[in-house]
Each structure stands twice: as structure tokens, then as C-alpha cells.
T-cell receptor, first 114, second 115 residues
Framework: AQSVTQLDSQVPVFEEAPVELRCNYS??????LFWYVQYPNQGLQLLLK??????LVKGINGFEAEFNKSQTSFHLRKPSVHISDTAEYFC????????????FGKGTMLLVSP | NAGVTQTPKFRVLKTGQSMTLLCAQD?????MYWYRQDPGMGLRLIHY???????AKGEVPDGYNVSRLKKQNFLLGLESAAPSQTSVYFC??????????????FGPGTRLTVL
């Protein structure tokens, strides 16, 4: 079975500052990794995903994430955040072969202030 | 394209009452899911379906039942609501990708309170 740990429940940051949201996973098999974002009072939407190939994955809204197999990490980064990036971010993992369901982390609330 | 829609958006129940949450998708997706979201717990999978007429248990299925009689609809039932089922419920759908990968598309959620 796979599991995901998001190390920070909240990350406060000032507008235009860089941010990194941390995600570590545990799995005995190859995995696919995802970041989803949830804006207030909305459902989740996909930011980016790692399936294979380049370990640096670019997503929507200027976000990117790097897959590090040796560290079992998939941290999300943005070089300069905006107020509108205030949202909850979820890391998720699934088995990398056949069909399996997603396992979500507990989420990290990104709070961007002016 | 409405995507994934959920009915109702809000509901308050008394302990012991029953209700059904409806999820509909117009993307012709094979897979559908029901999650619950609780503070500090992330999303937990209740039940899912990989096709019309098939359902399977997720991580937290107790107290819930589901049905997928039509491909576009996935119903979540609470037979006898309990305060522990107070939560925000999300439905999602996806279509199998080339490597078994699939992006899940989420509905806006149903906020349920059980008194």
C-alpha cells in the first residue's frame, strides 16, 4: 500500500516570495504522483502530475514539482506566489502499474499575505 | 460541459435519518469515486466504481452504500446518519489513461451536517 506525508499543515508566506510545499511518499512499488489544489469552497483540481520521464514537472499557474526517488519526495514549488494562490494543496500517490485508487495526503494550507 | 455536479450542495440531517447524495458527470468517464473530507484528515475514499453496475469499497466504507446504475451517475446513500458522518463529500470521475493513469475531476462538494 502507498502512503503520503505532507509535513506542513500550514505555510504562511508573503506575496512575491518563493514557496515550497513538502510531500514524501512511501511505496514498495513504482508510483505516479500528483498535486491537487483546492480553492476555498471548491472541489479539487489537478495542478500537475509525475508519471515517468523528466523528474521536473511543470504544472498550471507557475507551479512545478520535482520527483526525487532516492528521497521518496515530490515537493511543490513556486518562485513567486500571488494572493490568489491561497488555497489548500494536496499531494497524492497511486501505484504505477495497473489500476489503483489515489491516496491523498492530509493537505497543506498555503496562506499568502500582502 | 457541466463536468461533475453534486446534489444537494448542503444538507442537515437528524441522527438516524437517511439520505442519498447524487453525483452526475457528462464526460463519459468510466470511473467514479466518493470521498469525504474532514479537517486535518485530507480526502478519504469511501467507495468507487470502475464501470456501470460495479462498485467497490474504499478506505472508509462503513455506514455508506453506493449504486452505479447508469454510467453518468453515482449515488451515495446514508442509511442511518450518525454525527460522525458530518463532513464534506466530494464526488470525482476519471477515464483510464494510456498507462492506467487518470486525472480525477472533482465536483463542488456537498456539506452534510448530522445533528
Amino acid at each position: 500500500a502507498q502512503s503520503v506525508t505532507q509535513l506542513d499543515s500550514q505555510v504562511p508566506v508573503f506575496e512575491e516570495a518563493p514557496v515550497e510545499l513538502r510531500c514524501n511518499y512511501s511505496s514498495s512499488v513504482s508510483v505516479y504522483l500528483f498535486w491537487y489544489v483546492q480553492y476555498p469552497n471548491q472541489g479539487l483540481q489537478l495542478l500537475l502530475k509525475y508519471l515517468s520521464g523528466s523528474t521536473l514537472v511543470k504544472g498550471i499557474n507557475g507551479f512545478e514539482a520535482e520527483f526525487n526517488k532516492s528521497q521518496t519526495s515530490f515537493h511543490l514549488r513556486k518562485p513567486s506566489v500571488h494572493i490568489s494562490d491561497t488555497a489548500e494543496y494536496f499531494c497524492a500517490v497511486r501505484r504505477g502499474s495497473g489500476y489503483s485508487t489515489l491516496t491523498f495526503g492530509k493537505g497543506t494550507m498555503l496562506l499568502v499575505s500582502p | 460541459n457541466a463536468g461533475v455536479t453534486q446534489t444537494p450542495k448542503f444538507r442537515v440531517l437528524k441522527t438516524g435519518q437517511s439520505m442519498t447524495l447524487l453525483c452526475a458527470q457528462d464526460m463519459n468517464h468510466e470511473y467514479m469515486y466518493w470521498y469525504r473530507q474532514d479537517p486535518g484528515m485530507g480526502l478519504r475514499l469511501i467507495h468507487y466504481s470502475v464501470g456501470e453496475g460495479t462498485t467497490a469499497k474504499g478506505e472508509v466504507p462503513d455506514g455508506y452504500n453506493v449504486s452505479r446504475l447508469k454510467k453518468q451517475n453515482f449515488l451515495l446513500g446514508l442509511e442511518s446518519a450518525a454525527p460522525s458522518q458530518t463532513s464534506v463529500y466530494f464526488c470525482a470521475s476519471s477515464s483510464p489513461g494510456g498507462n492506467g493513469t487518470d486525472t480525477q475531476y472533482f465536483g463542488p462538494g456537498t456539506r452534510l451536517t448530522v445533528l
